[in-house]
Every structure is written in structure tokens, then in C-alpha cells.
């Protein structure tokens, strides 16, 4: 697999939290040739199954990699003289959002129509509005269509994605929409790939989750529906800039962040880290003092608990339309991944202990 | 269309800031060699070309010299400084509302090296503090370079950028970045490559129109012409307010037609060339709107006052978002810009321009 062009075509790819359809049929495209069982569950869930090779009978342990695919966005509240109001759907800095081209998926007609959120002159704006920061609702989508072109194609709740190209920028950084969480997406991919040519005893189910960016309701039932021995989340966390604190963001390029905190099994952390050391993975411990804001929050709870460790991926500008990640960490995360499952164990889980 | 369609897409992707015109100069110089006389590029940068009317030879000495005009450059920004960490520091060039620099993508320097502008993590960020605007001296640009060393490899301090968009079509509408005015230019370019007009054409591309109409002055020092039309895309401010109230200033609305000014923020335009546009427009039925009164201008302001004064008139096509990302365009209101300003290039005679003291319609 070519990384770069494939990880633009899945960062491009509209999948707006619980609907997530086409960035689920192109990651199906790409899972199913390196998997044995492939499925899609109730509430749209995409799970991989790759057997591992254990003795004939005996029972095999499991583990989930956990990556959501769904990205934020906007969704139609109201058609308005042929503009459209919106609403978010995830967490959005509505600074970012004028002048920023998205697709409106228009359900009436069934036509993906080009369009872009803009920002009205003052003197429609209500008093005070005009020199500040927009509020959301006072934004307003143009997609260039006649009043009444765009009432007989968009309806209210239909959903608007971000459509900015994704952009090559130097070194071997790209730029885009929704690299949160498709770099995560594209990382698993990679280690499924590096699976094929290395014998692993456990079974691996890779689940491309749904609805992370509002309720990580996604990861609590595949995590419930599939019940592993452990769980690896793969997410972005927040790249190092001017302005940001530095104990809590990490350099885009120079390797990936392994999870530490009540979230995170430490045992795990622990086995994923030796992983990386020995295969010469570079890596930082990335402490979090509670919620981990990722898949692994709903996962650890799952069933009875399920042992979860969450591997992040450096990225800058989170939540915006030019979201960067480093293609070299997001083959780190891979080649970690495929590592560590291929060194799992027998006595994995007796070693296991909370302390 | 096929081929001004291509045209507008070279011209609106070029990166042309105000006093860096090169890349844009270039295409209109190659677009428009052997449809003019004589072309010449002058001391600003402005390109000048003149093309002869047609017409007999004993009529040639009744032709009138009217100069068209339309701004090359676009807003954008310049690098003033490299971080250590190999992110550029900018300031704006021509006028851009700072809210709109957030999370774009951008071109910086001639070979329009990619870069974004990024901005805090939702995460990272208290309520308070996403309330406030962020100013474009706080902001970085991107360009992936992790040291100074390597950033300076690839940009160099002064050079310009802009936003980074590509040019498409929505439906009846146009989109891109930099219509104000490369459809202007592209209106101009047609004129040139057309029939011989009734008149002398005079044709200034001209040069920092943004930062203060400067090319349009000496342009109009040079040409010395008995009448001007500034060609440009207008503000349509034609949105739904906020309140549900109807819309009373809209400046000018998309799908309305041509705008014709008489006055704005710089010019009280000439009432004998903006009776001849309204009459040319009704003759021919070509669709024209009038543009509000208001603020705002044109090159038109500043052709007004060169020399010892020439008779301005101001035709634009209406164009939301200016000055942000991805301007919009309805593509038959251009149409009908070109039309009406060719038209009444061919009805101009010295009597529509008598009038000029006589203020009645």
C-alpha cells in the first residue's frame, strides 16, 4: 500500500459521526483482502477479523485495535432563501469555519453539492456580531445554487462535510480534514499489512469505530459484541506549536505517544512500550491525568472491563480543516502494532496485573 | 466558454499580491499578444496595450480614446519574519478580514509553496478565549519546514501569498479565489481579441489597485484618454439577515446583471458615461443593476483625478466573499458585463460625453 495517496483518499472521504458509509466501504476495500472475516455490526462498525495460528482447537486470545473513522462536521438546521443554516456535529472552533469549503450530501436529490460556510457582511449581522467572532449561528452555507434549486435538493438534517484538499506540505508532512482519526485508520492498515508475512498466535480484530467524535458509542458496543483479552486504541493527539503547552503536545515527525493514566492499563502500557523499545520505535509516554478523550474511555468499561491502552499519533491543528500529521509516525504506529501482536504470548494475560 | 473558462482558472490560481503582479502579467501578456497595436509593460508594472477602432481613415480623427481598466493584483500577505521552529510570520497586503485566515490552506512565493495557517485545538482552549478573534500578527504560517534552515531553503522574507484555492463551478456560479479581478482581466483580454471597437481601445492591466489604485493613476497619466471605464467585481452582499428582516443592502445581488456605479466612498462617477451605460444596456436588453451608493472604489477614483481630469464610468460584476478564500460568481452576470461594456464602447460618441457638466438624465 502507497500510504500517501491512500491516506488522502481516506482523509477526503465524507463519514460524518453515525454516517459513516462511504469512508467505511473504502476502508472495507482495503481490510478485506488482508482478513479472514469481515463485518459491519448494528450501529456501523467495521470489524476485520485475522485469525492467529494457534494450535488446532485450542482457544485463541484477542485483540481489538480500536480506530474511529468517523470525522466532525456540520448538519443542516434550516434552508433559508437558498442558504443553509448548520449545527455541529463534533467539537468545532466555529472560528475556522468562514471561508472554509465543504460538501453539503443533499438528501432530496442525492447529490453531493459543492458549497462553503461563509460569513455575512456586518450590516446583516446583529448588533455586536460584526466585529467578533461569528457565532455559529449567524454562519451561513452557500452552495451558488437559485432559492429554489437548493429547497428542492437539501432538506434540514442533511449533513455538510469538510471539503478542503489535503495538501502535501514539506518533509513528509500532509495536511487535511480528518486525518483525525483516518491517520489512525491508515496506521492499522499498515499493521494488518505487516501482519501478512508475520506469524501471530492471537486473533486480531481491527474495528474501524463509529460516532467517537459524540459518544464513543461506536467502541462501547463492538468492545461489548467482540469482548478481547485487551484493546489498543489508535487516536491523534494534540502536535506541538507556537502557543500550545508544551507538557501536553508532542512534535508531529518524531515518533508516536503511548498512554499513561487511570484510562490506561499499566500493564499494557508497559508491554507497548518494551515493544517499542526493542523495535526501536521512538516514543514518549503521553500522561493523562483522566478521561483519555479516545475510544479507550468506553472500551475499558465494556463487559466485565477490558484492558486498553491507547497509541497516539501526533497532529497539529486538531479539529480544523488543515489538521497535519507526519506520514513516518503514522508507519511508526503501524509497525508498533504489528510488532507488539506478533509477540503476543501464551502468558500474556497471566502477567497482566493492575499495579 | 470552453477556453475562458481555462483562462479564469490559470488567472484565479496565479498568485499575483499587490507589487509581486509577475505571474499574472504573464499570462495576460502572452493571452493578448498580436490583438493590439502596440503593448508595453511600464514603469509600475502595468501592462498597456492599445488597439486601433475601426472605421475609414477620414473618420479616424473623430475616434475617441477610451481606456479600460482592470486590476491585476489580489490581497494577501507578505513574509516578514522566519521562527526558529520554521514557521513564517506575515503581515496583510491590501485589505482581508483577519477572521478569515484561520485553518486555511495557503500559496507563499512564486512557486507557490504549500503551507497552512493553523489554529489551537478546540481542546486546548477555555470558553473565553474562543470568543476572541485571532489577529493575523498572532497567527503562523506552516509550510512543514521544522528549522529556520530549512524554511529559508524554500521561502524567502518579502515574499507574497495568498490563500490556496482552486478554481471550480457550482451550478450557475463560479468559484474561486482572486475573481476581484481576474474577471476583470479576462473581460479586458476579450476585448482586445475581439472585432475592432468603435473607438481607440486603451487597455490597462493594472498594477496594486489594493494597496491604493497606483497602477491605475499613471496608467491614466499615460493614456490621456476622453473617457474610462474601471472594470471590477463588486461586492453582492445579498444574504439573508440575521433577523429575518428582508435585505436592504445587498449592495448588489448575484443573477441581477451588470453593476453600474454612479457613486462610491472615492468617486462620483461621470452622470453622461453612467446615462450611456444605463441607455446602452436598455437598447441592447443586457440585464444591469445599479449598484448602492455607498463606500468603497474603484481604479475608477483614481483615473478620475489624472491629469487635468477624465470622465470615469465604473462596471463591475457582482461577486460574493470577496477578499476571503473563494469569492462567488454568477457566470451570466459576467456575460452580460462583457456585453455591456462592449456595446457601449461601440455606441460611445462625443455627444454621450457632452453632457458631462450637465447634470440631468
Known amino acids: ?355 | 466558454m470552453g477556453s475562458d473558462f481555462e483562462l479564469l482558472r490559470q488567472l484565479s490560481e496565479a498568485v499575483a499580491v499587490s507589487g509581486d503582479e509577475g505571474a499574472v502579467r504573464k499570462i495576460v501578456l502572452a493571452e493578448i499578444e498580436g490583438h493590439a497595436d502596440e503593448i508595453q509593460v511600464d514603469a509600475v508594472g502595468n501592462v498597456l496595450a492599445r488597439k486601433t477602432g475601426r472605421g475609414r481613415r477620414r473618420a479616424r480623427t473623430a475616434r475617441l480614446k477610451a481606456m479600460v481598466a482592470a486590476h491585476m493584483d489580489e490581497v494577501g500577505f507578505m513574509v516578514m519574519g522566519i521562527g526558529g521552529d520554521g514557521t513564517l510570520i506575515v503581515e496583510a497586503v491590501g485589505s482581508v478580514d483577519e477572521r478569515q485566515w484561520l485553518g486555511k490552506p495557503v500559496w507563499v512565493g512564486a512557486n507557490k509553496t504549500p503551507g497552512v495557517i493553523g489554529a489551537k485545538p478546540v481542546h486546548l482552549m477555555d470558553a473565553a478565549e474562543s470568543e476572541k478573534v485571532v489577529k493575523l500578527d498572532a497567527l503562523r504560517v506552516d509550510i512543514g519546514a521544522s528549522s529556520l534552515e530549512t524554511a529559508k531553503s524554500q521561502v524567502k522574507i518579502g515574499d507574497r501569498g495568498t490563500f490556496a484555492s482552486s478554481f471550480t463551478s457550482l451550478g450557475p456560479t463560479i468559484r474561486g479565489k482572486a475573481l476581484d479581478d481576474r474577471l476583470g482581466c479576462v473581460t479586458l483580454i476579450e476585448l482586445l481579441r475581439g472585432e475592432p471597437l468603435a473607438v481607440d481601445l486603451y487597455a490597462a492591466f493594472t498594477v496594486q489597485e489594493e494597496v491604493g489604485l497606483r497602477g491605475a493613476q499613471v496608467a491614466a497619466y499615460a493614456f490621456d484618454p476622453d473617457a474610462a471605464f474601471a472594470l471590477d467585481v463588486v461586492p453582492a452582499n445579498d444574504l439573508p439577515g440575521s433577523d429575518g428582516e428582508e435585505n436592504v443592502t445587498y449592495n448588489t445581488r448575484l443573477g441581477a446583471g451588470a453593476a453600474i456605479y454612479v457613486a462610491d466612498g472615492r468617486t462620483l462617477h461621470s452622470r453622461p458615461l453612467v446615462n450611456h451605460l444605463i441607455k446602452t444596456a436598455e437598447a441592447a436588453g443586457i440585464p444591469y443593476q445599479l449598484r448602492q451608493p455607498g463606500g468603497g472604489s474603484t481604479d475608477a477614483a483614481a483615473i478620475q483625478l489624472a491629469r487635468e481630469g477624465i470622465p470615469v464610468a465604473a462596471v463591475s460584476t457582482p461577486g460574493r466573499y470577496l477578499h476571503t478564500a473563494f469569492a462567488l460568481v454568477n457566470l451570466e452576470d459576467w456575460r452580460n458585463t462583457v456585453r455591456l461594456v462592449r456595446e457601449a464602447l461601440n455606441t460611445l460618441s462625443l455627444a454621450s460625453l457632452k453632457m458631462h457638466f450637465e447634470n440631468r438624465r
Not at chain 1, 466501504?25 to 485469525?51: C, F, H, M, T, Y
Open chain 1, 1 to 355: 500500500m502507497d500510504l500517501l495517496p491512500f491516506l488522502k483518499r481516506l482523509c477526503e472521504a465524507p463519514g460524518l459521526s453515525g454516517h459513516e458509509a462511504p469512508v467505511r466501504a473504502l476502508i472495507q476495500e482495503s481490510w478485506a483482502p488482508l482478513a479472514d472475516e469481515v463485518s459491519i455490526d448494528q450501529l456501523g462498525n467495521l470489524r476485520a477479523l485475522k485469525r492467529g495460528a494457534g494450535p488446532p482447537g485450542a482457544s485463541r486470545k484477542t485483540i481489538m485495535l480500536a480506530c474511529h473513522m468517523d470525522a466532525i462536521g456540520l448538519m443542516v438546521t434550516q434552508v433559508q432563501q437558498g442558504f443553509l443554516r448548520v449545527t455541529r456535529v463534533g467539537g468545532i472552533d466555529v472560528r475556522v469555519l468562514p471561508g472554509q469549503p465543504v460538501t453539503v450530501h443533499a438528501s432530496r436529490s442525492r447529490i453531493d453539492l459543492p458549497g462553503m460556510v461563509v460569513q455575512p457582511p456586518k450590516a446583516l449581522l446583529p448588533e455586536g456580531q460584526g466585529d467578533g467572532v461569528v457565532a455559529l449561528e449567524h454562519l451561513l452555507v452557500d452552495v451558488g445554487l437559485e432559492a429554489d434549486q437548493v429547497r428542492e435538493q437539501v432538506r434540514v438534517g442533511d449533513l455538510v462535510s469538510f471539503a478542503a484538499e489535503a495538501v502535501e506540505l514539506g518533509g513528509d508532512l500532509l495536511a487535511g480534514h480528518s486525518l483525525d482519526n483516518r491517520a489512525s485508520v491508515a496506521g492499522v492498515t499498515i499493521a494488518l499489512e505487516a501482519l501478512q508475512g508475520r506469524p501471530h498466535t492471537w486473533d486480531v480484530v481491527a474495528v474501524a469505530t463509529a460516532q467517537e467524535e459524540v459518544t464513543l458509542g461506536g467502541a462501547r458496543t463492538s468492545a461489548f459484541g467482540l469482548r478481547p483479552d485487551i484493546a489498543v486504541v489508535i487516536d491523534v493527539t494534540w502536535g506541538a506549536g507556537s502557543g500550545l503547552p508544551e507538557h501536553k503536545t508532542f512534535k508531529v515527525g518524531e515518533g508516536v505517544t503511548i498512554g499513561w493514566g487511570p484510562n490506561i492499563h499499566p500493564a499494557l502500557h508497559h508491554a507497548l512500550a518494551e515493544a517499542a523499545r526493542q523495535n526501536e520505535i521512538p516514543f514518549k509516554l503521553e500522561p493523562i491525568a483522566q478521561h483519555s478523550g479516545t475510544d479507550a474511555f468506553a472500551i475499558q468499561v465494556a463487559g466485565r472491563g477490558i484492558p486498553s491502552v491507547v497509541l497516539f499519533i501526533p497532529l497539529k491543528n486538531m479539529h480544523t480543516a488543515v489538521e497535519v500529521v507526519s506520514l513516518n509516525d503514522v508507519r511508526r504506529a503501524g509497525r508498533l502494532l504489528a510488532e507488539f501482536i506478533a509477540g503476543l504470548g501464551d502468558e500474556f494475560l497471566r502477567d497482566l496485573k493492575w499495579d
